[in-house]
């Protein structure tokens, strides 16, 4: 795979989604008067942000073309934001900046009793850099060195909630946010894992591959402290939603027993993440039998009427599969938010998204799924105050 500056770019060749280069771009460009298109394309790329319009059908299987389509390169036009909603533009500091300020906004407001679905948004949201949560407070972090981005640091966290006499964690996996580095090392072989020939990505694998000692590390100071006696999770965003997925298929392999017994595996939570095999991952354990072989947990993504994240489309054209795990499209339109469930053993779960019309960054940024899913999943109910009796 050629490495180098490469710009995302989706379109359509013989009926699938494909990224390309600087080549590609520049064909694009010539082929559309509205793109911004500079001397400099790696300028153009991540910061300028170009969004490729493809035409699809939504109720089909692969995206559709009607002959030789060309990617039309368009630019949204900018819309105000909320001042703790920055879009994010695939930059790493960026990501970082709009997280922290997303966090801070989230102390200084009245703490509410919060939707499960919104604390693990905002774990997936708070790891990048290794903060608290209002919900939720970090037991234990460790910082690697990423796979896939030479110049980045991963993280990977547990996370603790004590409350009504329970303890519970989360394992947290922040990977490289960047999408110039995730195309920048689109690796498309596959390979076995964990005992399993189930055709994992290959660029995944070599990622968890420098995540699984620190995960392993983490989950020994769990069972060594008794920690989270009442369950553990898993949440991730982008290519922390692949690790996740892919770590808790492999946790029981991975998992030394001498070493002592692991909490109860309460599910998976993931954001934004992109199919991770060509045979699809499913819960081979003694309680996995009874569930259809499904995944507790819910995978999210982002997808409206004509812009959606391109990430979790990304890996579908070559034949890479989502995990046995229910499925929410989170959607918006006329300011309106709302969500598409789709059952954990549908097809819809294990291949969807697999088109975008317009790609958008912003919509891959992890603010932008916790305002979503703090609008589709209200709060709870508080618990009504103890009344003393006479």
Not at 149 to 159: C, F, L, P, Q, T
Not at 354 to 383: D, F, T
Request: aromatic letters at 8%; charged letters at 25%.
């Amino acid at each position: 795979m050629v490495r180098g500056k490469w710009l995302l770019v989706l379109g359509m060749m013989q009926g699938h989604v494909f990224v390309s280069g600087e080549s590609a771009l520049q064909e694009a460009c010539s082929s559309s008067e509205e793109a911004q298109c500079g001397a400099d394309l790696d300028d153009v790329a991540m910061l300028q942000v170009q969004k490729v319009a493809m035409s699809t059908r939504e109720g089909d299987e692969k995206p559709a073309i009607a002959g030789d389509v060309k990617p039309a390169v368009v630019t949204r036009q900018s819309q105000e934001e909320p001042e703790d909603f920055v879009a994010y533009t695939g930059d790493r500091a960026l990501q970082l900046q709009s997280s922290a300020r997303y966090i801070e906004a989230l102390r200084s407001t009245d703490p509410a009793v919060k939707s499960f679905e919104l604390q693990m948004a905002e774990i997936a949201n708070a790891v990048y850099l290794s903060e608290n949560t209002t919900d939720w407070k970090i037991l234990w972090h460790k910082v690697v060195k990423s796979d896939i981005s030479k110049k980045e640091n991963d993280r990977v966290a547990i996370y603790e909630k004590r409350s009504h006499n329970k303890h519970e964690c989360v394992i947290a996996f922040a990977g490289s946010n960047s999408l110039l580095d995730f195309t920048n090392n689109v690796d498309l072989d596959t390979k076995s894992f964990c005992g399993m020939d189930k055709k994992f990505h290959h660029g995944f694998i070599n990622e968890l591959t420098v995540f699984a000692p620190v995960a392993n590390e983490g989950a020994v100071e769990i069972v060594t402290h008794k920690h989270c006696a009442d369950g553990l999770y898993m949440v991730g965003h982008s290519l922390g939603a692949a690790l996740a997925e892919i770590f808790i298929n492999c946790i029981d392999n991975l998992w030394d027993p001498a070493v002592g017994t692991l909490p109860p595996i309460r599910g998976a939570w993931t954001f934004a993440g992109p199919g991770v095999s060509k045979v699809q991952l499913t819960d081979d354990s003694d309680a996995g039998h009874h569930r259809d072989h499904c995944f507790l947990g819910t995978r999210f993504y982002i997808k409206d009427e004509y812009w959606g994240d391109a990430v979790p489309v990304a890996t579908y054209p070559f034949g890479f599969f989502h995990p046995k795990l229910k499925a929410v499209k989170l959607q918006e339109q006329d300011s309106v938010y709302s969500k598409s469930e789709y059952a954990c053993f549908s097809n819809k779960a294990k291949k969807r998204p697999n088109s975008v019309l317009i790609p958008s960054v912003e919509y891959h940024g992890m603010v932008e799924h916790v305002k979503r899913v703090k609008e589709v999943y209200p709060p709870a109910p508080a618990p009504a105050p103890a009344h003393a009796h006479a």
